[in-house]
């Protein structure tokens, strides 16, 4: 079975420095990676993803992410970021070309200090 | 398209009652998962309807179910509510095949029960 770590539940930091949330999965198979945002009061939406090709994916408002197969690992990294990006972040994975669910991580939740 | 639209967005209840929440998934998406989200336990999985049918249960008590109707649309009941069913319910929907590649949240139904 599947399963997804993201081994800091809180990271606080200071704003215009870097960030990195790790996170971690357990698959025997091939994967679909995901980052989802939850901004305060909403519902999560998607900020990238990795289904094939280049290891390296990227969001519209600077976040970048890296799929390493060899270390089961899918780490979220921004090099500056702003208090918008206050927000609780999720890893999600799941299985290539199989009809099962989406499973998540359990959170890491992004402070910027001013 | 429009969006996937859960209701109510919030709802108080007695200790001993029972409630039901709505979730009209992505039009075209057949895929309905719905989630618990609590500060202490993060995001935890319920379960997952596709046509018709749960597919999938996570790790609850009987006292929550759900349904999915023919049109894709879904419900999840919580009979006999405790006071630690008070929780954001978050509804996703999914096309589900094996192009199964992205999750589509609502915004969350807020659940307090007194």
């Known amino acids: 079975a599947q399963s997804v770590t993201q081994l800091d539940s809180q990271v606080p930091v200071f704003e215009e420095a870097p960030v990195e949330l790790r996170c971690n999965y357990s698959?025997?198979?091939?994967?679909?990676l995901f980052w989802y945002v939850q901004y305060p009061n909403q519902g999560l939406q998607l900020l990238l993803k990795?289904?094939?090709?280049?290891?390296l994916v990227e969001s519209i408002n600077g976040f970048e992410a890296e799929f390493n197969k060899s270390q089961t690992s899918f780490h979220l990294r921004k090099p500056s970021v702003h208090i918008s990006d206050t927000a609780e972040y999720f890893c999600?994975?799941?299985?290539?070309?199989?009809?099962?669910?989406?499973?998540f991580g359990k959170g890491t939740r992004l402070h910027i200090l001013p | 398209k429009a969006g996937v639209t859960q209701t109510p967005r919030y709802l108080i209840k007695t200790r001993g009652q029972q409630v039901t929440l709505s979730c009209s998934p992505i039009?075209?998406?057949?895929?309905v998962s719905w989630y618990q989200q609590t500060p202490g336990q993060g995001l935890q999985f319920l379960f997952e309807?596709?046509?018709?049918?749960?597919?999938n249960k996570g790790n609850f008590p009987g006292r929550f179910s759900g349904r999915q109707f023919s049109n894709s649309r879904s419900e999840m009941n919580v009979s006999t509510l405790e006071l630690g069913d008070s929780a954001l319910y978050l509804c996703?929907?999914?096309?589900?095949?094996?192009?199964?590649?992205?999750?589509?949240f609502g915004q969350g139904t807020r659940l307090t029960v007194v």
């Open positions: 999600a994975v799941s299985v290539k070309n199989r009809d099962d669910k989406i499973i």
């Open positions: 698959s025997s198979v091939s994967v679909y």
């Open positions: 309807y596709f046509s018709e049918t749960q597919r």
């Open positions: 990795y289904l094939s090709g280049s290891t």
């Open positions: 996703a929907s999914s096309l589900a095949g094996p192009m199964n590649t992205e999750a589509f």
């Open positions: 039009s075209g998406h057949r895929s």
